[in-house]
């Protein structure tokens, strides 16, 4: 880009002193070790679990590393920031505690939990634009007009070694690490942790490689980095919206395009399976952003070699998402059967197909039952089950039971 000065990657002393001011703010968050993915991958997996920071993520850092650095001048002036959730969050709590006015523009179909939530941080909420770009256009002329200092979410140094000190604290905590997993949006996080986590090691004489992890439908920096410049794509609608970023930020771009060592992506399908699991055996809330580097490892994307430390990014996930997902990521690992059964329209019927999926072992946790499906003959019944199975080699047993009984059956397309 013409007339941009070249990017300078911070110094292992500019994330101890960035780590030093966010430990005024954010907490040190656990890293857990995971069972499940250690069997599943053959290697030692934990988890850096950001989903329990304040705020429910780690933009906290960033946000408020940045702030910190504001002259007093800039902070009477206020702050701006436009985000849909974490930084919105992340801004508002580090205005709070710096004594800064922040004004926060989100979009009007922003979820009303974070809503909520950025209004409780003291933050000005205000409701702009049908989809986020108008959203941060609002935001960027507010500052314009007022004086207030915009707060960009990833596009900015300071914001980088803010959120560069979770990579910090991942090898201190794991000294012997080889493999970190993160999440890439705009590239803030994973720029960051790569940088701060490959210096702090080459300080301990080691190597370690940082793989970043993308939503397949907002994979942007797939192919930058193949361009070796930030291109801007289309986006496809995702559960990730955490990372759903159009364009990689120039900054992180060219730290990334150095320090990171692959970039791999993931279907919306195989992070629902990885917030599933990660409830179930981990005992953890994450928001599909989160749960990219898990749902990379689960779907055999990423096959490390050696201890393996995955970022959960962040726990903000709106409960009514988090209850279609679960039901996405149980269909996806074939535990949650949805079944079509055509029937004579005589009695008997219903018994008969009960008693064949009990005969496999299959609970059937909702039934649908109607005469006036579209196509159906004068004597044709539909019956729509739910089944509750372990596995995919449980769904054929099921199948096989309702097809020995007699019965016509098919397997209903993903709904969900």
Known sequence: MPNQPPVVAP??????????????????????????????????????????????????????????????DERKRGVVAASAGNHAQGVALA?????????????????LPKFQATKNYGANVVLEGAVFAETLKAAQEYAAKTGAVFIAPFDNIDIIQGQGTVGLEVVNQVQDVDTILVAIGGGGLAAGVAVAAKLKAASLGRKIKVIGVQSENAASYVPSLKAGKPTKIKTSRTIADGIAVAEPGRIPFELIKKHIDKVVTVSDSEIAQAIVALLERSKQVVEPAGAVGVAALMSKKVKPKGKTVVVLSGGNIDPLLLQKVIGHGLEFAERYTSVTVMLQDRPGQLVLTADAIASAQGNVVEVLHTRHGRGLDIGEVELRLAVETTGHEHRERVMKALKDAGLTARLDADLL
């Open 95 to 111: 205005a709070s505690k710096l004594g800064i006015e922040a004004t926060i523009f989100m979009p009007m179909g922003a979820s």
């Open 11 to 72: 110094t292992l002393e500019d994330f101890e002193r960035a780590h030093e001011i966010v430990a005024q703010v954010a907490i040190e968050t656990p890293i857990l070790r995971s069972n499940f993915l250690s069997d599943i991958t053959g290697v030692e997996v934990l988890l850096k679990c950001e989903n329990v920071q304040r705020t429910g993520a780690y933009k906290l850092r960033g946000a408020f590393n940045r702030m910190s650095k504001l002259s007093s």
